[in-house]
């Protein structure tokens, strides 16, 4: 393989992708990229508002791109959306699962013991992470099953390999997302095609809106407690950046894996390979 044909394993000309949670922080990073590499992305996203720098990037970029509303909890939802992506773009070759996340209510701390945390907490967090990821995956998928090809990239996390302490229910919905990740990919390749793939990405620590107060301080901009023991946990030393999950995510979703499914590759500096010591 030369040069040339390499780089064209990345080209993504004509490919419509479906990003759930793409006005997020990681979501958005992934579709100005992949948009960048000429594909049509549909920005699927229960907020449809777009930060200002987001829409100045995807502005310059050269494939087509819509935003539209879906709550990736709700099936007629998600049909809706479906239906507008095949209308705007005439099929749906890849899907991200991006939506996802913690609620704050789902977090032990002195004032909050595990055994006082809010029921509703608790299933919001379950069910955004895991449920959030297999309706759409079903909805999605469907097209894949029929066109007998396709991709799904799910986001898991670093709790799924081992949990962090504070955060149960996302801890087990994401190893839940790594677990499920595995299964579908059996699955599809088994039932359906082996040309559709099923991986995911397990980002480390990226200061995002959903935890930068409990990494830093809101005041200071310091480590707090929690973010110093994770730098001190990071053999590279630093938070992730969104792009640093590109390459990762790039790769999963071009032919240059097309014999890699049902796995979860981490992103994190280092801190799943660190013993501590
Ligand atoms: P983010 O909060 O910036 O983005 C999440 C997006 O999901 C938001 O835009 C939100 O509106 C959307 N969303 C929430 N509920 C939804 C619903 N019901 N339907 C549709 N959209 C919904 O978070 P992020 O940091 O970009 O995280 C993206 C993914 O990466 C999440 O799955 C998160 O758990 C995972 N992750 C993040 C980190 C990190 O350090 N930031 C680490 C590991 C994994």
Same mark, same amino acid.
């Given at each position: 393989m030369d040069l040339k044909e390499i780089t064209q394993l990345? =080209?993504?000309?004509?490919k419509t992708i479906v990003i759930t949670g793409a006005t997020g922080v990681l979501g958005g990073e992934i579709a100005c990229a992949l948009l960048g590499c000429g594909a049509n992305i549909a920005?699927?996203?229960?907020?449809t508002k777009l930060e200002a720098d987001l829409v100045k990037r995807i502005d310059s970029t050269v494939g087509r791109v819509i935003v539209i509303y879906g709550n990736v909890l709700k099936r007629p939802s998600l049909e809706k959306c479906a239906a507008k992506i095949i209308e705007e773009f005439?099929?749906? =070759?890849y899907l991200i699962n991006a939506a996802g996340g913690n609620h704050p209510e789902a977090t032990t701390g002195p004032q909050k013991a595990f055994f006082d945390l809010p029921e509703k907490a608790l299933q919001f967090t379950s069910e955004l992470n895991l449920l959030g990821t297999m309706l759409p995956s079903q909805v999605f998928g469907k097209y894949m099953a029929e066109q007998r090809e396709g991709v799904i990239l799910n986001i898991s996390s670093m709790n799924a390999l081992r949990p962090l302490t504070r955060i149960p229910a996302y801890s087990a919905a994401k190893a839940a997302v790594s677990n499920f990740t595995q299964w579908l990919a059996v699955h599809m390749a088994q039932?359906?095609?082996?040309?559709i793939r099923v991986n995911a990405v397990a980002p480390g620590f990226f200061l995002t809106r959903q935890n930068r107060f409990l990494l830093t301080d809101e005041k200071s901009g310091e480590l707090t407690p929690r973010g110093k023991s994770i730098i001190d946990h990071t053999p590279m030393g630093r938070f992730g950046q969104p792009e640093d999950l590109l390459g990762a995510v790039l790769w999963l979703l071009s032919?240059?894996?097309?014999?890699?499914?049902?796995i979860v590759v981490p992103v994190d500096g280092g801190f799943s390979a660190f013993s501590g010591v």
């Open positions: 990345y =080209d993504f000309t004509g920005m699927m996203d229960r907020n005439g099929r749906i =070759d039932e359906y095609s082996p040309d032919p240059a894996s097309k014999f890699v499914t049902g």
